[in-house]
């Protein structure tokens, strides 16, 4: 199995900043995208930020200029760094990853996808 830890949560003023990490550990080959989602009471859960094996990075509107996401392969980790905070990005956060699997000779893989627990963003004006 994998697993997806996350930890960086926590209180901050409005125009504060946090960094949040999610380390994956387990059975697997290697990582495609790795993500951060965030859900706030009430609301749907929602893509924040996507980062591709090769580090490309895409954000939601609602954060850009003002997040930056990153990842190390070997590392197997991924960031999330959020400056400029807002009461509106108080949320749980969610590491989420799509993992493979190579399964046969011919290199044919295998993805699954595993959520973090998150962890709690809380922003104050």
């Known amino acids: 199995q994998v697993q997806l830890v996350e930890s960086g949560g926590g209180l901050v003023q409005s125009g504060g900043s946090l960094r949040l990490s999610c380390a994956a550990s387990?059975?697997?080959?290697?990582?495609?995208?790795m993500d951060w989602y965030r859900q706030a009471p009430g609301k749907e859960r929602e893509l924040v930020a996507s980062?591709?094996?090769?580090?490309?990075?895409n954000y939601a509107n609602s954060v850009t200029g003002r997040f930056t996401i990153s990842r190390d392969n070997a590392k197997k980790t991924v960031w999330l760094q959020m400056n400029y905070l807002k009461p509106e990005d108080t949320a749980v956060y969610y590491c989420?990853?799509?993992?493979?699997?190579?399964?046969?000779?011919?290199?044919?893989?295998?993805?699954?996808?595993?959520w973090g627990k998150g962890t709690l963003v809380t922003v104050t004006s």
């Open positions: 387990g059975s697997f080959d290697g990582i495609n995208t």
């Open positions: 980062i591709t094996s090769s580090h490309n990075t």
């Open positions: 989420h990853a799509e993992i493979y699997k190579i399964v046969n000779v011919e290199g044919a893989r295998r993805t699954m996808n595993y």
